[in-house]
């Protein structure tokens, strides 16, 4: 099932790919993962075009691929829309409107990114979802909600993780999985070889890949690591540095 799930959407980047190499203009496509923007890069690779990826805000975990000839620029199509509940009387989570949004039988690579708040949530989607949606989508668990198009991206609040404070022998990836994970070197390699890891969203099995402040490390199954800060070394020639922990929810 997976199997043929990948084969799918290798074969549907594949072609936009090469559409975009074909007619010379920008092809925009769905949302794709960071282990999948692999295949999109592979796939305008092998069509001799541009890709470029947005997911409608600075962190996105999940982003509209574009395919594009290099001397045009990409064109987006993703819309925000804006899901509103009584707080006063309800809690809505995360997991109740991914839940319910998924029961109505749609494919998840129309949506981005669903960010809940205390109040209200915000979800990036394709236009032809967008409008299906305010009519669809009613109720998140059994809470009744409201959801409209925005006409701009909304402002949102980049996530706070928690900040840890290490030093480690050297910036090589599995040096800072490991100090981040607060597990053995040893088992972050091994999490590396596996492809759990991806390093700014596109996956990294080189456990030597060596980081740079600022980069985000995406562990499948834990969250996300950014390393913010590198310090000068230390007397016994380690690297201080600090680590933002996003823990996954």
């Known amino acids: 099932m997976m199997k043929d799930m990948s ?53 996105a975990e999940r ?18 829309v804006e899901i509103r ?7 809505v989570e995360h997991r109740d409107l991914l839940g319910s ?8 690579s129309f949506f981005g990114d669903l ?11 394709l236009p032809e979802i967008a409008a299906r949606l305010p009519v669809e989508w009613d109720k998140a668990g059994n809470v009744p909600i409201k959801v409209q198009l925005l006409e701009e991206a909304p402002a949102i609040e980049p996530p706070k993780g928690e900040f840890l404070r ?23 390699a091994e999490m590396i070889r596996m492809g759990a890891v991806a390093v700014d969203h596109m996956p990294e099995e080189r456990t030597d890949r060596v980081l740079n402040a600022g980069q985000l490390l995406s562990i499948r199954g834990f969250g996300r690591i950014r390393l913010s800060e590198v310090g000068s070394p230390t007397r016994k020639d380690r690297l201080p540095v600090q680590l933002e922990i996003f823990h996954k929810k």
């Open 115 to 125: 960010i809940a708040q205390e109040d209200r949530a915000y979800l990036c989607c």
């Open 85 to 91: 509940w009584a707080a006063k009387f309800a809690h």
């Open 7 to 59: 084969n799918q959407l290798a074969l549907r980047l594949q072609q936009n790919a090469q559409r975009a190499d074909r007619l010379d203009i920008p092809v925009p496509g769905r949302f794709v993962t960071g282990e999948e923007r692999a295949m999109a890069v592979h796939a305008a690779r092998e069509a001799r075009v541009a890709v470029s990826f947005d997911g409608g805000w600075p962190d």
């Open 166 to 188: 290490d030093t480690v022998a050297s910036l090589r990836l599995d040096c800072v999985l490991s100090a981040g994970m607060k597990t053995s070197r040893s088992r972050a």
């Open 101 to 108: 949004l998924m029961a109505l039988g749609m494919d998840r």
């Open 63 to 80: 982003e509209q691929v574009c395919f594009h000839p290099a001397w045009a620029e990409a064109e987006f199509t993703a819309v925000w």
